[in-house]
C-alpha cells in the first residue's frame, strides 16, 4: 500500500465541489450556465474515475491509491484508497451524476442555481464516502451527504416533498446517532478510527 498526499483520488472528489462553488459565484438568472458547468464537471470527474479504474491494479488485493495526511491530530487521519469494490462505486456514482444532470436539464425550472450545486456536492460526498479510509472521514462524507440530499427532495421533489424530505432527514438521523455511538465505542476500545 503505497501512500502519496493530495493526488488523483483527491481531485476526483472534490473537483464537482469547485463546480459547485463556480456555479455559485453566478447570477441567478444563468441557468444554462449553471446546467453546463454542471455537466462539464460531472463529465471530467467521470473520465477521472474512468482513468483511475483502468489504472487500477486487479491483481492487488490491498487499497490503491492510498492518500494519506495528518488530519485534526490524533488517530483522526485523512485517508483515502479504493479497492476493487469501492473503485466501481466510484465510476458508477461518476457515469450516473451527468445522467441525472441532463435528466434534469428541462425537468428543473426553477431554482436551477441551487438543485446544480446541491447535485455537485453530493457527488463530492458520494464519492468520499467510497474513497474514505479513516472512519471519522466516511461519517463526515455519510452524513453531509443527507444535507443535499434533503435540499433536492425538499425543493424539486412531488406534491409531499417536504414530507418526504423530513422522514428521509429523521430516518436519517436516527441511524446516524447509533453510528456515532459505535464508532466512539470501536475508538474507546481500539484508539484508532
Known sequence: ????????????????????????ALNKEAKGNARWIAFYMTLFTLGASVYLWANFDQGNPGFQFVEEMDWLGG??????????ISVLFVVLTAFLMPLCIL??????????????????VLETLMIGVFCA????????????????MFL?????????????????FLYTLLGSVLMLLAMMAMYCHAGTT
Open 103 to 120: 435528466a434534469s436539464w428541462q425537468a428543473i425550472d426553477e431554482r436551477v442555481k441551487e438543485y446544480m450545486i446541491a447535485f455537485l
Open 1 to 24: 500500500m503505497t501512500s502519496t498526499g493530495f493526488g488523483l483520488l483527491s481531485l476526483i472528489t472534490f473537483f464537482p465541489l469547485v463546480g459547485a462553488l463556480a456555479i455559485a
Open 133 to 148: 479510509l479513516d472512519l471519522i472521514l466516511f461519517y463526515l462524507f455519510f452524513e453531509g451527504g443527507l444535507i443535499p
Open 75 to 84: 488517530s483522526i487521519r485523512y485517508k483515502m484508497g479504493v479497492d476493487g
Open 152 to 168: 433536492i427532495i425538499g425543493i424539486s421533489g412531488g406534491a409531499r416533498r417536504v414530507y418526504a424530505s423530513f422522514k428521509l
